[in-house]
C-alpha cells in the first residue's frame, strides 16, 4: 500500500514538473516574440532614417530623378530611374552607394534592384498637363475638406474621360447626412469649375465598416508576414480574407506532403501557434477588437496542412 502511494506520489510530481517546465517555456517563448516585434520595430525606424539619408545623398549628387521603395518581404530595395542606359552606367556606383549609407545606419543586409519607370521627366506633354491637372483638382477639394472639418483618406481624380470624375472616401469625422453630403459636393464642383473651366462629378462616399475594421487590422496582418517570416525558413507568404466569415489568415509554406508526416505535422502546429500568438500580442498593443478568426497553413502543393 505504502509502494503504490509513493508510486502515485511520483506520477504526480511528475506532471507538476512538466506542466511548470511547459509553463515556463510558454512565457519564454511568449517573451521572445515581444522581443522580436520590438526589434522589428527598431528595424522599421532604421529603414526610415536610412530612405530619408539615401533620398537627400542621392538629390545632392544629382543623379537625376530616381525613386525608391523598400519591401521588408525579402528586404528588397528598388531603384526606379528613367531608363536602361542610365542602369548601364550607374548601377555599379549606385548600389556601392546603397550599401555604404545602409552599413552607416547599422542596417542588416539588403537587397538591391533598379528598374525602368515612367517619370515625369519621359513624359509626354500631354501626360504632364494631365498630371498637372490632377495635381491641381486634388489640392482644391483637399483645401475645402479641410476648411470644411473633414479629414479624407482617399482620393481618385480622372481628367481624362468624356465626364470627369473626383471620387473622394471621407472619415467618420464629422456628422454627414445627404444634406451636407450634397453642399459639399457643389462647393467642390464650382471651386474646380472656377479654377480650371472643366465640368467635374463630384461623388463622396464614407468609410464602411469593413473599410475601417480592415484598416485596423493591417498592423496585425504586417506583424504575422514580418514576425513569422523571421521565425520559420518554411514560410512562403502570407494572405487574409474577410469573406466568407470567419476571419481567414492563411500562411502558405513550403512544407511538403512527407511520409514523415509527423515531422510535418509538427512544424505546422508550431507556425499555427506562433501566429495565434503575434495575433493576440499585436491586438493587445494595438487595443484592437476581438474577431472570430481561423489559420490556415498551405503546403507547396498549397493543400491545406492543418
Known sequence: MQKKSLTLLGVILAWIVILAFLFVQSQND??????????????????????????QTLEHKDFGEIG??????????????????FIDQNEKLLKTLVQDIAKENKLNAINIQLEVSNWSGSMSEEDKKINELINEVSTISAELLNEKGYSFNAMMVDPRK???????????????????????????????????????DVKITRKSEND?????????????????????????GFAYSFHP???????????PNSKWAWISNKKVEQIETYVHDII?????????EELPYEVIIRGKDHKRLN
Open 280 to 288: 493576440e500580442l499585436k491586438r493587445e498593443e494595438l487595443a484592437v
Open 30 to 55: 511568449e517573451k521572445t516574440l515581444a522581443e522580436s516585434m520590438a526589434e522589428t520595430k527598431k528595424e522599421h525606424q532604421k529603414v526610415e532614417e536610412f530612405l530619408m539619408e539615401l533620398n
Open 245 to 255: 466569415e470567419p476571419l481567414q489568415i492563411i500562411i502558405k509554406t513550403d512544407i
Open 162 to 200: 468624356s465626364n470627369p470624375y473626383v471620387d473622394i472616401r471621407i472619415d467618420e469625422t464629422k456628422t454627414y447626412d445627404d444634406e451636407a453630403k450634397g453642399e459639399i459636393q457643389q462647393l467642390i464642383s464650382s471651386a474646380i469649375f472656377s479654377k480650371t473651366n472643366m465640368n467635374f
Open 68 to 85: 525608391t521603395t523598400f519591401s521588408y518581404e525579402g528586404r528588397l530595395l528598388t531603384l526606379q530611374v528613367t531608363d536602361q542606359a
Open 212 to 236: 475601417i475594421r480592415d484598416e485596423k487590422w493591417q498592423p496585425i496582418f504586417d506583424a504575422i508576414r514580418e514576425e513569422t517570416d523571421k521565425k520559420f525558413d518554411e514560410y512562403k
